[in-house]
């Protein structure tokens, strides 16, 4: 019986009556590759990091929707990435922006405001507004 991924030999998520449970191995997966972006971002690799979330987030949309908690936190970082970057242009000032945008109001009616991060998404895309204001006053 195959118990670890071909791709990358983590072990294989099973349900209880040990059938491979594929929901919960990309979950964990991108979960996995959201852990590592945030890893490279604070040690300095942020262009890796936003390379990294630009290429596993069109595969996390197929795979997990776009609904998913570990979705929503992809597009969150990958927006920060762009926004927060030393050499950020204004496209990806107004990339940042538009996905903030869509993940924050997304976030909110499948989260809800009561939600912890709820907040700190609405924050990020404040952020990323008024450095977009300050591009387009330059």
Known sequence: ILTTCA???APL???GRGVLDVNALLQRHFAEALNLALVL???GNKPEAKELLRARIPVAERSLGREHYVYFRLCWLY???LGDAADATFDD???AEALLDDTYTRFRRVMGDGHPETPRIRESLLI???GLARARAS
């Open 128 to 130: 990323v507004r008024e």
């Open 93 to 95: 000032l107004v990339q």
């Open 13 to 15: 998520a099973h349900n």
């Open 79 to 81: 927006a920060n990435s």
């Open 41 to 43: 971002r604070k040690t």
């Open 7 to 9: 791709a990358c030999a």
